[in-house]
Each structure stands twice: as structure tokens, then as C-alpha cells.
């Protein structure tokens, strides 16, 4: 997939911050963070995941035929390591129905 980024668009001063919090492991420990709680929840998940991926493919069209799959798995990712509320409503409501 790619994306197109024109000069200014990435905020340096953050993208400092967010290099210097890597470098100093604080981006591995959120990640280490986000893997335990998902390994907890992962059979759960795994059918919204499947129903989340083919809902996203439906949305990408592209020149590559593997450009849905990349779409909907770089989404879903963002969906739950970046901005894990955006994505606790659907999953959330899920989780209910199969307990």
C-alpha cells in the first residue's frame, strides 16, 4: 500500500517525541502492553476480526489485487493499537452476543 505524504504533513516536533519514546522503549512497552491483551481475547475476536476485514475489503478498490487485504489489516490495526476506542463499541457488542 502506498501512501502519498506531501512535505508538510508530518509534524515534526511530534515525530520527535514519538522517535525519542521509542528509542527509550516506552513504544515497546505499549506494544508488549497491547499483545498480553490481546493474546487474553484473541478466540474471542478472531470471528469480529474476519467480519471486520471483509467489511474494510468492501471499501478498497485498487490497482493490486492484494490492496483490500492490506486496507482492511492495516485499518483493523489501527483500529485497535492506535485508537483502541474507536473500535470498543463493535467489539465490545460482540463480545456480549457470544458470552
Known amino acids: 500500500m502506498i501512501v502519498h505524504v506531501e512535505k508538510n504533513d508530518i509534524d515534526t516536533e511530534t515525530l520527535t517525541r514519538l522517535q525519542a519514546a521509542g528509542s527509550s522503549g516506552l513504544l515497546a512497552q505499549g506494544t508488549a502492553g497491547y499483545v498480553q491483551w490481546l493474546a487474553g481475547r484473541i478466540e474471542q475476536l478472531r470471528p469480529w476480526f474476519a467480519r471486520r476485514k ?7 478498490i485498487g ?3 492484494r490492496t483490500p487485504q492490506n486496507y482492511a489489516e492495516l485499518v483493523i490495526g489501527c483500529e485497535f ?5 474507536s473500535a470498543s463499541r463493535s467489539r465490545e457488542q460482540y463480545l456480549r452476543r457470544t458470552n
Open 63 to 65: 490497482a493490486h489485487r
Open 81 to 85: 493499537y492506535l485508537s483502541p476506542q
Open 54 to 60: 471483509e467489511e474494510l475489503r468492501q471499501e478498497a
